[in-house]
């Protein structure tokens, strides 16, 4: 027993680095309303996959590029702007995507002309969450009828609405 003992001492005094844990460097920067922030209130944050950060808030959808913010605004008479100003969840799809639920229905991101197409088949509803399934398909759950919406596609144009059986 005592040979394995001395033999276990001789590697930590070998390789110091087996005798204690070491730590990362994490860097974080905290970002306000003083940094373009367009408001202090997030609802919800994800980096996509070009390393973007996007925030959604009260106030619209605020893309950070690790310098300056981009705000993402409803102007009702441009049709191709955000749905609605309060953002409420973000997720990115397998084409890259950006799906944006906000109370007053669903978008997703155009990032070549920098607009946003509605899915919100003529109906009003708040979209509370968007997420991929087990198959990487987008899917986006209601507030209102407690009803999920599927996005196999980039190319689709309307929500395929599906009622949850809550029994």
């Known amino acids: 027993m005592r040979p394995i003992s001395l033999f276990i001492w001789c590697l930590y005094l070998l390789f110091p680095g087996l005798s204690y844990s070491q730590t990362l460097a994490l860097k974080f920067k905290q970002l306000s309303t ?3 922030l367009s408001q202090s209130h ?20 605020n893309k950070y ?7 993402y605004k409803h102007d009702q008479n441009n049709k191709t702007t955000i749905i609605d ?13 950006l799906w944006i639920g906000t109370e007053s229905g669903l978008d997703r991101f155009d990032r070549a002309s ?3 197409i509605h899915y919100s088949n003529h109906l009003t509803f708040a979209v509370q969450s968007v997420f991929l399934d ?29 009622a949850v059986n809550t029994n």
């Not at 997030?42 to 959808?61: A, H, N, P, Y």
């Not at 590029?65 to 705000?71: A, L, N, V």
């Not at 990487?136 to 309307?158: E, Q, T, W």
């Open 85 to 97: 100003n309060y953002v409420l969840a973000i997720t990115e799809d397998s084409y890259h995507n």
């Open 34 to 36: 003083n940094e373009g």
């Open 114 to 116: 920098n607009t946003f």
């Open 42 to 61: 997030v609802v919800t944050i994800i980096k996509d996959s070009r390393g973007f950060m996007w925030f959604g808030t009260e106030d619209g959808l």
């Open 134 to 162: 087990s198959k990487k398909i987008c899917m986006a759950k209601s507030v209102r009828d407690n009803c999920y919406g599927k996005f196999p596609s980039p190319d689709l144009k309307r929500c395929k609405a599906y």
């Open 65 to 71: 590029d690790g310098y300056k913010f981009t705000h």
